[in-house]
């Protein structure tokens, strides 16, 4: 099984902050997927990354396959950013394992 | 282009008694998903379906079965309804080249008493 850690587990920020949200995993993967959870529950996808940086507006992500790491990073924090920020792996090309979630809350 | 949807959005159940959830999605998508998250807990698999009729069991099968009725629908039985299955239930489904972004219904919040 793919041991997927996150950290911090909760996470309240200034607006204007720099975020960064962290996800370790234990074993080679195919892909590393961050989803948005938004406090009515729904979840949407962010990321998908197999190597090096993706940048979506506000929102950064990058991934170290070597040290089996990646990182989510949000500029200029806005209240609106307030969610569950979800680390998944993908492997074996259907299975996925996820993270426990970070919560962000952004205060204005 | 409704996505993936689900039904029900919420049920409350006896224990004992039995129950199907609903996906359909209408993205052409191969792959296809059931979770469950739970307080404090990532998401976690129970079954998936790599295309249409095939299934796998993912991480928590036990007291579930589903069904890939055809490429659009996938859904989840819970023949004897136990409290521990109480949960947020969501599907997902993936494009057909299996390793894009997943996209998830919205979810069913279910309740066994």
């Known amino acids: 099984k793919n041991e997927v850690e996150q950290s911090p587990q909760n996470l309240t920020a200034q607006e204007g902050e720099f975020i960064t949200i962290n996800c370790s995993y234990s074993?080679?993967?195919?892909?590393l997927h961050w989803l948005q959870q938004h406090p009515g529950g729904g979840i949407v996808s962010l990321f998908m990354?197999?190597?090096g940086k993706k940048k979506h507006g506000r929102l950064i992500a990058t991934i170290n396959i070597q040290e089996k790491h990646s990182s989510l990073h949000i500029t200029a924090s806005h209240p609106r950013d307030s969610a569950v920020y979800i680390c998944?792996?993908?492997?074996?090309?259907?299975?996925?394992?996820f993270g426990s979630g970070t919560k962000l809350n952004v205060k204005p | 282009n409704a996505g993936v949807t689900q039904t029900p959005k919420f049920q409350v159940l006896k224990t004992g008694q039995s129950m199907t959830l609903q996906c359909a999605q209408d993205?052409?998508?191969?792959?296809m998903y059931w979770y469950r998250q739970d307080p404090g807990m990532g998401l976690r698999l129970i079954y998936y379906?790599?295309?249409?009729?095939?299934?796998d069991k993912g991480e928590v099968p036990n007291g579930y079965n589903v069904s890939r009725l055809n490429k659009r629908e996938f859904s989840l039985r819970l023949e004897s309804a136990a409290p521990s299955q109480t949960s947020v239930y969501f599907c997902?489904?993936?494009?057909?080249?299996?390793?894009?972004?997943?996209?998830f219904g919205p979810g069913t919040r279910l309740t066994v008493l």
């Open positions: 997902a489904s993936t494009s057909p080249r299996g390793g894009d972004e997943q996209f």
């Open positions: 074993v080679g993967i195919s892909a």
């Open positions: 990354l197999s190597s």
């Open positions: 998944a792996v993908q492997y074996n090309f259907n299975k996925f394992y």
């Open positions: 993205m052409n998508h191969n792959s």
């Open positions: 379906s790599a295309s249409e009729g095939t299934t």
